[in-house]
């Protein structure tokens, strides 16, 4: 499997801020975004990720086997935190959490309510998530807000084991999360500002 985009342009709010956007990324392998923040970084990642369309180009996989994960924990906070990974991992036809807890220690909060938990635990069991979702590309937008330097190095492991697994993930980060990427700098594919015509606002989706 192989991740392939080709001249892709993107706009936040009806206005271009990324074009000519080209990368291939095969299985095992990371990229990471890198560039000043308002660059795009969150908008191309939404538009691989298909949660918006893009202007122009062309993104080669289907989005059904990607993960996106971004400043959202997207947990359901009167669940436990195995009844949290329970319904993602049945949502993707799965039944294993027990990986999942494991990677991100939750092990012993398996039975506290998710909206009891501190930020940093929100998120663990956030990014845990994506172990139970069977995708093949982790798409990733500042995933380490909220955790500190041990929940760091816990998620830079899940990472590398998803990768030694074949699986692929592109990282919007100035973090060092220990694994060996690729980095894109956005610098060079910065749009020139216009207006286009059918205004998009991501705001709504």
């Keep these: 499997m192989e991740l392939v985009v080709e001249d892709?342009?993107?706009a936040r709010g009806g206005v271009p801020v990324l074009e000519g956007v080209s990368l291939r990324l095969t299985g095992g392998h990371a990229?990471?975004?890198r560039g000043p923040n308002g660059i795009g970084k969150t908008t191309l990642l939404r538009t691989l990720a298909g949660l918006q369309p893009p202007l122009s180009g062309r993104v080669s996989l289907d989005r059904e086997e990607m993960a996106y994960a971004a400043h959202a924990d997207g947990i359901k906070a009167m669940l436990s935190v195995e009844e949290n990974l329970r319904f993602w991992a049945?949502?993707?036809?799965?039944r294993d959490i027990a990986r999942a807890?494991?990677?991100?220690r939750l092990g012993d909060l398996a039975g506290r309510l998710a909206g009891s938990l501190s930020a940093g635990q929100k998120r663990r069991l956030g990014l845990a998530r994506?172990?139970?979702?069977?995708?093949?590309?982790?798409v990733l937008d500042e995933p380490t807000v909220s955790l500190d330097r041990e929940a760091v190095g816990w998620f830079g492991a899940a990472v590398r084991g998803h990768l030694a697994g074949g699986g692929m993930a592109v990282i919007a980060t100035h973090i060092d999360l220990g694994i060996e990427a690729e980095v894109l700098e956005l610098a060079p594919f910065r749009a020139v500002r216009r207006a286009v015509a059918d205004d998009f606002d991501e705001a709504f989706l």
């Design 101 to 104: 807890l494991e990677a991100f």
């Design 31 to 33: 990229l990471v975004l």
């Design 90 to 94: 049945e949502l993707h036809g799965l």
């Design 8 to 10: 892709l342009a993107v």
């Design 130 to 138: 994506l172990i139970v979702t069977g995708r093949r590309v982790w």
